[in-house]
């Protein structure tokens, strides 16, 4: 990371917008997870959101790191695993009405939004392998 922004591995002066994302969300799944322990008292569902919401962003920073194109798409495709158990927990929270219908959609947008950048991303190295 320099100054706050992700770089390419290949190109240290091209940022990576789906490093950036996911460490945005990663930040978020944190604060949610504060929000949820102090004003809610909730401490199962909010470690387990913050877990796996925490853990997109590291497995997007090791694929791109990654020592082979069948290495990368292995983390990418850990990260789609962790995105779409995020997207359950966040579900599960709001229809449990420990979140805003607002805070979980908002939540869920970004979460999903990252579920497509991984699936794009995941397929288009799996063609590029071919």
């Given at each position: 990371m320099d100054n706050g922004k992700w770089t390419m591995k290949d190109d240290p002066g091209t940022t990576n917008p789906l490093a950036e994302k996911t460490y945005s969300f990663a930040r978020r799944?944190?604060?949610l997870y504060r929000h949820l322990v102090a004003e809610q008292r909730e401490?199962?569902?909010?470690?387990?959101?913050?877990?796996?919401?925490?853990?997109?962003?590291a497995n997007v920073a090791e694929a791109n790191q990654a020592q082979?194109?069948?290495d990368f798409i292995s983390k990418l495709s850990i990260a789609l695993k962790e995105?779409?158990?995020?997207e359950y927990w966040l579900r599960l929270l709001r229809d449990e009405q420990f979140i805003t219908p607002a805070l979980a959609?908002?939540?869920?947008?970004?979460?999903?939004?990252?579920?497509?950048i991984l699936t794009a991303s995941i397929n288009t190295a799996k063609r590029r392998a071919s």
């Open positions: 799944s944190i604060k401490f199962v569902l909010s470690k387990q959101v913050l877990r796996c919401g925490t853990s997109i962003g082979s194109r069948p995105a779409v158990e995020t959609e908002s939540l869920l947008a970004d979460c999903r939004e990252l579920i497509r």
